[in-house]
């Protein structure tokens, strides 16, 4: 499980073009049951519209919350996943949408836990990350848009998953030095919260000469150079280390 490739938003991993439509969508779908290790004849993938997207701009300023994603299961091994078709607009989201409910059919689908567990959602946060999948969930802990509409204009802001980003942040440092890595170039593509909780992890781990898992780490794994419209390329210079480095991460002076 440690050699896992940390998947990342670049055309080495979604080399498909994506249009915004469910047919691009279901492309990437199959990339993401590969990675998430699923066989992809055994998940049906559909889609829903949420109520509250269908609002206007200007009735859903502000904060809201709900469910990006659906699971079900027939009992016979075969499972239903829905995303909400507002993910579209957003495929960095919607892979992250993906993965956790692929997740679920690990865990649920293959009876590893009881959906009545009162943490198998954050535990299925978490295994995207053993899957190398957590850039994706991570990132989409939060969820920022602005609009314009002629002289009115406006935000809103969402939460999508079950961790926070500190969370995810200590669990991506767990990660890195279960697989020996001090500095991994993937860790560029997390959010500025999420990094900065994963190099406060890192410190706390390596002062207290923690080992969290047992097993061979892997070579890195370098990101490609490409750009994609909706992926992004590995930044140019190394900000490993920068002024915020030291600050928690609800501290720091950047933005995303």
């Keep these: 499980m440690l050699g896992r490739q940390v998947v990342l938003p670049t055309p080495e991993f979604f080399p498909d073009p994506y249009d915004g439509s469910r047919e691009a969508a279901a ?39 709900g469910a990006a994603g659906l699971y079900s299961a027939d009992g016979l091994s075969r499972v239903a996943i829905e995303i909400d078709e507002a993910q579209l607009a957003n495929p960095e989201a919607m892979v992250g949408t993906m993965a956790h409910e692929l997740g679920h059919v690990h865990l649920l689908g293959d009876r590893r836990l009881s959906p009545d567990s009162p943490d198998h959602e954050p535990l299925t946060d978490l295994l995207t990350v053993l899957y190398g999948m957590g850039v994706f969930t991570a990132n989409s802990v939060i969820r920022e848009s602005h609009w314009t509409d002629g002289p009115a204009s406006g935000w809103s802001v969402g939460r999508q998953g079950y961790l926070d980003g500190p969370d995810y942040g200590y669990a991506m440092a767990l990660l890195t030095r279960a697989r020996s890595e001090s500095k991994p170039a993937w860790a560029s593509h997390l959010r500025l919260d999420v990094r900065s909780a994963m190099k406060q992890g890192l410190r706390f781990l390596e002062s207290a000469g923690a080992s969290p898992f047992p097993g061979e780490a892997p070579s890195s794994f370098a990101a490609p150079a490409d750009d994609m419209p909706w992926t992004r390329p590995k930044p140019a210079a190394d900000d490993w280390e920068d002024e915020d480095d030291h600050l928690p991460p609800w501290a720091s002076k950047k933005g995303r």
């Design 27 to 65: 492309a990437i779908f199959d990339r993401v049951c590969r990675y998430m290790e699923v066989d992809r004849n055994r998940v049906a993938l559909a889609w829903f519209v949420n109520e509250r997207d269908t609002r206007p701009d200007i009735f859903r300023e502000g904060r809201s919350d």
